[in-house]
């Protein structure tokens, strides 16, 4: 138990997909670069960003994340197989490049 103090820290596995609607939206740039590198150290090179259909505005924060990331090759909005425009496929640059 952590009475008063931060919350625990919540552990996501690092499966190729991040689901960001169990977050907060100030937690995502933060979140998304974490686990990103996280993919990018075991090999993971695509990694489908699930963000939601919604209003856009957290898919357009993950996609100025991605611009500015160093570790990001390139990413396309998903198709009908891997979530539609409520879902971003990344392609990682191989190795460390942050």
């Not at 609607?21 to 960003?49: K, M, N």
Request: proline content about 6%; aromatic content about 6%; charged content about 25%.
């Amino acid at each position: 138990m952590n009475c008063g103090a931060e919350p625990d820290p919540v552990r996501i596995p690092i499966t190729g997909e991040l689901d960001l609607h169990t977050f907060r939206p100030e937690e995502t740039a933060s979140l998304l670069e974490e686990y990103l590198a996280a993919c990018q150290r075991r090999g993971l090179l695509r990694v489908r960003v699930v963000h939601g259909k919604g209003t856009g505005a957290r898919r357009a924060t993950v996609q100025v994340c991605l611009r500015r990331s160093a570790r990001v090759e390139r990413f396309v909005p998903g198709d009908e197989t891997s979530g539609g425009w409520g879902a971003t496929v990344v392609f990682l640059k191989p190795g460390d490049s942050a």
